[in-house]
């Protein structure tokens, strides 16, 4: 509607102009509004006199009336009209409401977790924070690869394997395995610290790694494998699968094609011993380093292998990378020396790094190397504990209590970490993601188990030719239409800014106006008419409530 009829009647002005449309946040003003202070300059005309003239000038049957308020024009959009397109859209497409058919091959690198160390919740946010934008990439028809990026390679071995030299004899790690490789880790690095040659040896064992001297690849293999298993019950948990699982030693083979192209390409100096490529042209002032002055390969030069990897492999048209903004600069130094790796511009201009905030606990940040962490597994399965006792009280007949806890428990803690713009710090709180009332999942859940009784109690399934659009003009009707209507644009804001927390707030927007309409009307009317109406449009409400909720990686009970 709002791209029919005002980007058409104001005289197929451009996308911009159309992108200028805003949402009336108080129905009574209008539904949308077009300011026109951006045409003031191109008309050379006031923002007022534009907004006279085009109320004067446009005439469509979709629009109920236009007022021009002080440079703005506001729409008021025919009632009947609207709920007629919309709830026709819903009914020939259902399923399939919302989507789009894109054709681009948009990969997404998410969790990425270090192997050797416990899956704690600091990396929470960049497992859900993938697994969404990869959900909602999908849903809107991209070709969309989802990539867990191992951290299996780095120094960091190179401590491993020195602290099971020393104390391996000392740990079973046939039972908790993960819990005992981090307590070697912190004893080894609180070792190195102290002592320059312990941390020479460190450095030496990634060295042999890197030169695949078999008894450093067995140890690693070993604590790969150890990692995996561990790693893989907490995706369970989670429902999350991904289609590539690849670590960075899958493209240690590619490092010297890297470091060949630079160096053809003169881009490569020695400073210090260590390859380095100077990024000051790019208005980078740290150099980006591609090879240490033992020879040794970093993080970056791992990077850059991978681009060149998946740009054969993929032909990709995005490739986004999301991690906390502690590795901003890293990833503006690898795709500023992606430019001369000779890849077609697609490749490097599809280049695109999410940075989000850090989580904290009370007690301040957590570190792996201090021992200061909470397991992920931890707090997944406490708040599916929560919930279930707060479920057994208020039903404690509930079969399927199980299942149920954990779908809100999960949900609740996925939901949390969604809810806030991905660019502010956070501290981790499950008591508030818990909550059954206010901004939460198990809020939406309910809900939505809310509207799933009434249909089971409606005694005939409802048709789109038994609604008559009359009896759902008024109140909260028309805001959940407009709000159904809204779907579409929601997902595509959440992926034009990268910000699952479009999708979250607009979930909760839609659960509290249902329960607004729910206060207002009698839902399962004596009127047979009104009964239909209120039937099918909750019905909508309900399914739109599920596909979001599963976009961002959340189950839906049937019953609470």
Not at 530 to 544: A, D, G, P, Q, W
Request: charged share 30%.
């Amino acid at each position: 509607v709002r791209r029919q009829v005002v980007y058409d009647d104001i005289g197929g002005l451009t996308q911009g102009v159309y992108d200028l449309i805003k949402e009336i946040d108080d129905p009574s003003k209008g539904d949308y509004a077009f300011p026109c202070f951006s045409l003031s300059k191109e008309l050379h005309k006031s923002p007022v006199d534009i907004a006279n003239e085009l109320a004067s000038k446009i005439n469509d049957e979709r629009i109920e009336k236009i007022e021009s308020v002080n440079g703005y024009l506001n729409f008021f959009i025919q009632k009947e009209y609207l709920i007629k397109e919309v709830l026709t859209e819903y009914g020939n497409k259902r399923s399939d409401y919302g989507k789009e058919n894109h054709k681009e091959t948009v990969l997404v690198e998410y969790s990425s977790p270090n192997i050797c160390k416990p899956f704690h919740i600091g990396h929470m946010r960049t497992t859900l924070i993938g697994h969404a934008l990869y959900n909602i990439y999908k849903y809107l028809g991209y070709n969309t690869i989802g990539i867990n990026h191992l951290g299996d390679y780095g120094s960091q071995f190179g401590k491993l394997i020195e602290g099971y030299k020393l104390w391996g004899n000392e740990y079973d790690l046939s039972v908790d395995a993960i819990d005992k490789l981090v307590e070697m880790y912190v004893r080894i690095n609180a070792l190195a610290s102290e002592d320059e040659t312990v941390l020479e040896r460190c450095r030496e064992n990634f060295k042999k790694l890197e030169d695949k001297e078999p008894e450093y690849v067995a140890l690693w293999e070993k604590f790969r494998d150890l990692s995996l298993e561990e790693f893989n019950k907490t995706y369970d948990l989670l429902g999350i699968k991904f289609d590539s699982i690849k670590g960075e030693a899958s493209y240690s083979d590619g490092i010297d094609e890297v470091v060949n192209i630079l160096e053809k390409n003169n881009k490569i100096t020695i400073s210090e011993g260590a390859k380095i490529v100077d990024l000051t042209d790019d208005g980078i002032e740290t150099p980006c380093i591609i090879k240490k002055s033992d020879g040794s390969s970093i993080y970056a030069t791992r990077d850059l292998a991978a681009i060149l990897y998946r740009a054969r492999t993929y032909d990709y048209d995005k490739s986004i990378y999301i991690t906390g903004y502690e590795q901003d600069l890293h990833f503006k130094q690898v795709f500023a020396v992606a430019k001369y790796l000779d890849l077609d511009e697609k490749y490097v201009k599809g280049l695109e790094h999410i940075s989000y905030g850090l989580y904290s606990l009370k007690e301040g940040k957590m570190s792996t190397r201090k021992g200061n962490f909470i397991k992920l597994d931890d707090v997944l399965n406490e708040s599916i504990s929560k919930a279930k006792e707060v479920i057994l009280e208020k039903n404690p007949e509930l079969e399927d209590l199980d299942d149920v806890a954990k779908k809100v428990g999960i949900g609740a803690v996925i939901f949390g970490d969604l809810y806030n713009s991905l660019s502010k710090d956070e501290v981790f709180d499950l008591d508030e993601m818990i909550k059954f009332n206010g901004e939460t999942s198990p809020y939406i859940q309910y809900m939505y188990v809310r509207i799933r009784s009434i249909l089971r109690k409606n005694d005939k399934e409802v048709l789109l030719n038994d609604v008559k659009y009359d009896k759902l003009l008024e109140g909260q009707a028309y805001e959940l239409v407009k709000l159904i209507y809204k779907f579409n644009d929601v997902l595509n804001a959440v992926i034009d800014k990268n910000e699952p927390y479009f999708l979250s707030r607009y979930l909760i927007k839609l659960a509290t106006t249902y329960s607004e309409y729910y206060n207002e009307v009698k839902i399962l009317s004596d009127d047979i008419d009104e009964r239909n109406s209120r039937i099918y449009l909750i019905t909508i409400v309900s399914e739109i409530l599920k596909t979001g909720c599963n976009l961002l990686g959340i189950e839906m009970p049937e019953r609470m």
